[in-house]
C-alpha cells in the first residue's frame, strides 16, 4: 500500500512538471518579428498610466515589463501644434534583445491643425515578451534611416516607415491607403509601387479593409514610392 501510494506522488509530481512544461513560450529567434498591438493608455492598467504620465511629455524611448509582456514608448516630447505623429513599425528579436523601429511624422505643408502645444507619442504592447535588453531605431519623416533598402527599385535614403488601412488598388502602378493617424477627410493618400514590391504585390492578397504596414520613399518626382508592405494580422 505504501509503495502504490509512493507511485501516485511520483506520477502526480512528474505531471505537474510536464504542465509546467507545456506552458511556456520559447523566445523568438534573431530576426523573427514580434507580435504587439498598440494600446490607449486609458485601458491599461493603474501601473502602466503612471509610467506613461512620468514619461510622455520627455523626448525619449522607453520600455516597461509586466508578468503580462513588455509595453513600449516612443515619445516626441512638446511639439508647437498638433498634426505631429509618431508610428510604431515593428519590433523583431536579435540576439542582444529586441529592436524596436519607429518613425516621427510632423505636419504635412498646407495641412490644418490645432494651435496647441502637442506631446505626440506611441505606446504598444507585446504580450508575453519578458524583460530584456530593447534598442529603438527612430528616424524622422525626411531623414536619412537604417530601415532602406537599395535593392527596392526606389531611392535608397529617405526610407519612411508608416502604417494604416489599405482602400485599394488605383491601377497597376498604384494603391490608395489611408495613413493612421492623419487628420480625418486627409488620411486617403496614394502611393506608387516599386519595380520588386509589385512583382509580388497580388501574392499579398490584400482586400479594402485589412490593415498594412509599410515602408516608402520620395522619388525625384515627390511622389511616394512603396518599398515594402505587409499584411498586419
Given amino acids: ?8 506522488i511520483l506520477i502526480l509530481v512528474l505531471m505537474a512538471m510536464l504542465a509546467g512544461c507545456g506552458g511556456s513560450t520559447a523566445p523568438n529567434s534573431p530576426g523573427e518579428e514580434v507580435p504587439w498591438e ?9 501601473e502602466i498610466q503612471k509610467w506613461v504620465e512620468e514619461n510622455y511629455r520627455e523626448r525619449g524611448n522607453y520600455s516597461h515589463f509586466t508578468a503580462e ?11 508647437p501644434t498638433g ?20 518613425s516621427l511624422h510632423p505636419p504635412q505643408p498646407g495641412e490644418m491643425v ?11 504592447f507585446a504580450p508575453g515578451v519578458e524583460q530584456q535588453p530593447v534598442n529603438f531605431t527612430v528616424g524622422e519623416a525626411g531623414a536619412a534611416s537604417p530601415v532602406g533598402n537599395s535593392a527596392s527599385g526606389a531611392p535608397a535614403g529617405n526610407v519612411q516607415v508608416d502604417s494604416g488601412t489599405y482602400v485599394g488598388q488605383i491601377d497597376g502602378n498604384s494603391i490608395e491607403i489611408e495613413v ?9 493618400r ?23 504596414r509599410f515602408t516608402y ?5 515627390g511622389q511616394a514610392v512603396i518599398t515594402g508592405i505587409e499584411k498586419t494580422w
Fill in 180 to 188: 493612421s493617424g492623419a487628420p480625418q477627410g486627409q488620411v486617403a
Fill in 69 to 79: 509582456g513588455g509595453y513600449f514608448l516612443v515619445a516626441w516630447g512638446e511639439q
Fill in 114 to 124: 490645432t494651435q496647441v502645444i502637442t506631446y505626440p507619442y506611441a505606446l504598444v
Fill in 83 to 102: 498634426g505631429y505623429r509618431v508610428v510604431i513599425a515593428e519590433i523583431t528579436s536579435t540576439a542582444d534583445g529586441l529592436e524596436v523601429v519607429a
Fill in 190 to 212: 496614394a502611393f506608387r509601387l516599386s519595380d520588386m514590391v509589385k512583382s509580388s504585390f497580388a501574392g499579398l492578397g490584400l482586400e479594402s479593409g485589412d490593415p498594412v
Fill in 38 to 46: 498598440e494600446v490607449a493608455v486609458e485601458n491599461m492598467p493603474e
Fill in 217 to 221: 520613399t520620395l522619388n525625384e518626382h
Fill in 1 to 8: 500500500m505504501q509503495v502504490r501510494k509512493s507511485y501516485l
